[in-house]
C-alpha cells in the first residue's frame, strides 16, 4: 500500500510541476483620466492645427503592462509603447492615406520626456516631430473562460481547462488632440472578440497568440473607426483653418519604421 501512496504522491508533484500559468495584462487605461485638467479649461481650447495635417501616433497603456517582444518605456503611472506590436502595416497604411493627412509618425521613446503624465506632456514630443495633431491610443484585452471575465493580471494554469469555452475580448480606444492648443477633436473605439476553446490554452505563446490576434483586429477596426472620425473632423474644421502648402521634398522613414513619413512645412 506504501508505494503506491508514494507513487501517486510523486505523480501528483511531476504533474504539479508541468502546470505553468499566464498572467493575463493589465487593462487599459483611462483616457478622460489621461487628460487631466481643469474642466473650464477644456472650453477655453481651441482648433488650431492647419491642413493638411501631419499627424504624431502613439499607444499608452498601465504602468504593469508587458506583452511579449515588445518595448516600452515605464513611467510612474504610464506606460508608452514604442514599438510595432497589432499595428499590422496595411492599418497604419490606411491611416496615411486619409484625405488630408501629409505624413504620420510615431513618437519615439528617446523623445518621450520621462515624467510625461498626460497628454499635455505628449504634446512637446509630437510638435519635436513638427505634427500638428496627435492620436494617442490604448489596448484593453479581457479574458472570458466559460462565461467568466477574469480580471486584469489573472492567473490561467495552462492545460488545464477541457472542453470549456475561452474567448479574447480587445478593445482599442484612442483621442485625437490638437498639438498647438490641446484641443480634443473627438475620440473613437472598436473591439474585437477571439473565439477559441480554452482546451488548447497549452502554452503561454498560444494564449498570447490570441491575444495578440484579437487586438490586431480591433486595431484594423479601430483605424476604420477613426476614418469615419477624420471625416467629421474634416467637415467641421477644415474649411475654417489655414490650408499649409505641401512640403517640396519628403523624407523617407528608416526602413524598420512603420511608414512613409512626411513631415515638414509651415
Given at each position: 500500500m506504501k508505494p503506491r501512496i508514494a507513487l501517486l504522491f510523486c505523480l501528483l508533484l511531476a504533474l504539479a510541476?508541468?502546470?505553468?500559468?499566464?498572467?493575463?495584462?493589465?487593462?487599459?487605461?483611462?483616457?478622460?483620466?489621461f487628460t487631466d485638467g481643469e474642466l473650464l479649461g477644456y472650453y477655453d481650447k481651441k482648433p488650431a492645427s492647419p491642413f493638411p495635417v501631419n499627424l504624431a501616433v502613439?499607444?499608452?497603456?498601465?504602468?504593469?503592462y508587458y506583452a511579449y517582444n515588445n518595448e516600452h518605456r515605464r513611467h510612474a503611472r504610464y506606460a508608452f509603447i514604442t514599438a510595432r506590436d497589432i499595428e499590422t502595416d496595411a492599418a497604419l497604411q490606411k491611416v496615411s492615406e486619409l484625405p488630408l493627412v501629409a505624413g504620420i509618425a510615431p513618437i519615439g521613446r528617446l523623445l518621450l520626456p520621462p515624467n510625461a503624465d498626460s497628454v499635455d506632456d505628449l504634446r512637446k514630443p509630437a510638435a519635436q516631430l513638427r505634427a500638428d495633431m496627435l492620436l494617442v491610443y490604448t489596448v484593453d484585452t479581457v479574458f472570458t473562460v466559460d462565461g467568466k471575465a477574469?480580471?486584469?493580471?489573472?492567473?490561467?494554469?495552462?492545460?488545464?481547462l477541457p472542453n470549456r469555452k475561452a474567448h479574447v475580448t480587445a478593445t482599442v480606444a484612442g483621442i485625437l488632440v490638437d498639438v498647438r492648443s490641446g484641443y480634443i477633436y473627438g475620440s473613437t473605439e472598436a473591439t474585437s472578440v477571439?473565439?477559441?476553446s480554452a482546451s488548447i490554452w497549452s502554452t503561454e505563446l498560444v494564449i498570447d497568440t490570441a491575444r495578440k490576434l484579437a487586438e490586431?483586429?480591433?486595431f484594423v477596426e479601430f483605424t476604420n473607426e477613426f476614418g469615419r472620425l477624420w471625416t467629421g473632423v474634416l467637415n467641421t474644421y477644415a474649411a475654417t483653418q489655414p490650408v499649409r502648402e505641401p512640403a517640396t521634398a519628403p523624407m523617407d522613414a528608416p526602413a524598420r519604421s512603420w511608414y512613409r513619413v512626411r513631415l515638414g512645412g509651415d
Open positions: 510541476g508541468c502546470a505553468s500559468t499566464y498572467v493575463t495584462p493589465p487593462q487599459g487605461v483611462s483616457l478622460a483620466e502613439l499607444r499608452v497603456q498601465d504602468s504593469d477574469l480580471g486584469p493580471l489573472s492567473l490561467i494554469t495552462l492545460g488545464l477571439e473565439n477559441k490586431e483586429r480591433a
